[in-house]
């Protein structure tokens, strides 16, 4: 059971990336897929989570408006498309997935680290202003 980002690097800030998360080993199926990212010097933060069941998303404030998460169940792969980029937005994203038993609508736990089973190595993504 593996979680693979990929899609990190160096961006001028008001720029895109977009990230993905590939599994293998398992399928997303009737899971929650939630993006984490930590700043140096600051703790993980949950940004965004989505179902692989129903497609429901929900956002962090602090991205709500820039950042699009997607899943495509076909390639077992969640994506997180990110634009306008800020500075602050430097961090190591890390993607992470949890089975949930048919949930497909999840509270504010699904942006803590403790909800999830299975992380990511995460890729580094640094916005220069």
């Known amino acids: 059971v593996q979680l693979v980002e990929s899609g990190g690097g160096l961006v001028q800030a008001g720029g895109s990336l977009r990230l993905s998360c590939a599994a293998s080993?398992?399928?997303?199926?009737?899971?929650?897929i939630g993006w984490f990212r930590q700043a140096p010097g600051k703790e993980r933060e949950g940004i965004s989570w989505?179902?692989?069941?129903?497609?429901?998303?929900d956002y962090a404030d602090s991205v709500k408006g820039r950042f699009t998460i997607s899943i495509d169940n076909a390639k077992n792969t969640v994506y997180l498309q990110m634009n306008s980029l800020k500075s602050e937005d430097t961090a190591v994203y890390y993607c992470?997935?949890?089975?949930?038993?048919?949930?497909?609508?999840?509270?504010?736990?699904?942006?803590?680290?403790?909800?999830?089973?299975?992380w990511g190595q995460g890729t580094q993504v640094t916005v220069s202003s």
């Open positions: 989505i179902s692989s069941s129903d497609g429901s998303t």
């Open positions: 992470a997935a949890v089975r949930v038993g048919g949930l497909t609508h999840f509270g504010a736990s699904y942006y803590r680290e403790l909800t999830y089973d299975y």
């Open positions: 080993g398992f399928t997303f199926d009737d899971y929650a």
